[in-house]
Each structure stands twice: as structure tokens, then as C-alpha cells.
């Protein structure tokens, strides 16, 4: 499925061209228009899924693999340090194209940004932690 005014649908299809570095039946990988380092690449699926949330079991799971095999290729052709692959779900999460993606990262020793994606750390109580503990465990 397509939605209509989706610019990562668009994009996926080749409606609006991108910086493709890698195509499959599946997936369109492009360069992130606005970067956070050299390479910032993005996993694209072709169909639409909001979220991580709305996203097929058997896809995530392909998603994934494309991901390990990318970051692989890309550190050895970028000759980058490090990686990171962050995907965000939900505007509250950081999310702002609302089509499924995965962010691929490469870092680089002197990139400019924080060693780690940032967030605050929290110091919960034993009781607050067994307490989602309880609520998460399956
Ligand atoms: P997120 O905030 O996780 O939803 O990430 C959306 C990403 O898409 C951002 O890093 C944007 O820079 C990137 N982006 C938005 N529009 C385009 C575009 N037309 N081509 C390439 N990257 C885009
Ligand atoms: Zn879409």
C-alpha cells in the first residue's frame, strides 16, 4: 500500500528522486537530507508503514538484516570509527516523516556530535523498577 501524500512513498518509488545507495525489491537506502554525519543513510521500505508499530513481523526482521549487512559495507567503505542505527516512533519519540525508517549512522572519532545519542538519565527507586519490571515481563 501507498499513501498519497507520503514523501517517503514517493521517494521509494523513484517519484522524487533521492541519493540512492541501495535498492532491492523490498527497500530504497538514501542519504539523509539533513545528516548528522557523513553517510547518514535511511532504510526505506517501498510500502507504506507508519511505524514500527504498523510494520510486518517478517519485514522487521528483513529490515534488520539489510541494516547489519549495510552498516558492514559502510564502515569499510566510509572508513568509519563507529555506528549507531536509531529508528523513532511517534512524534514524542523524535519522529517526523511518519513512513517507517531506519536511520544508519556512521560516526567518526571527531564528527562533531556527542559520543552518544543523548538522553537524560533517570534514578528510579528498587520499588519503581521491580514495579515496571512487573508490568513488562512477559
Ligand atoms: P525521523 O525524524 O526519524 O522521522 O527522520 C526523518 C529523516 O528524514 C530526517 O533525518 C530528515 O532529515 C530526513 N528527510 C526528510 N525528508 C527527506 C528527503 N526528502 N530526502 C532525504 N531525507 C529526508
Ligand atoms: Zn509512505
Redesign the pocket.
Known sequence: MKEENC?FCK?ASGE?P?KTIYEDNEFRV?L???PASKGHA?IIPREHYADIYELPEDMAGHVMVLAKKLAAHMTEALNCDGFNIVQ?NGEVA????FHF?M?LIPRYREDGNQDKLCWNHLELSQEELEDICRKLRK
Open positions: 514523501i521517494i522524487i533521492s538514501i539523509d537530507i539533513s535511511l523513532n523524535g519522529q517526523t516523516v525508517h536511520h
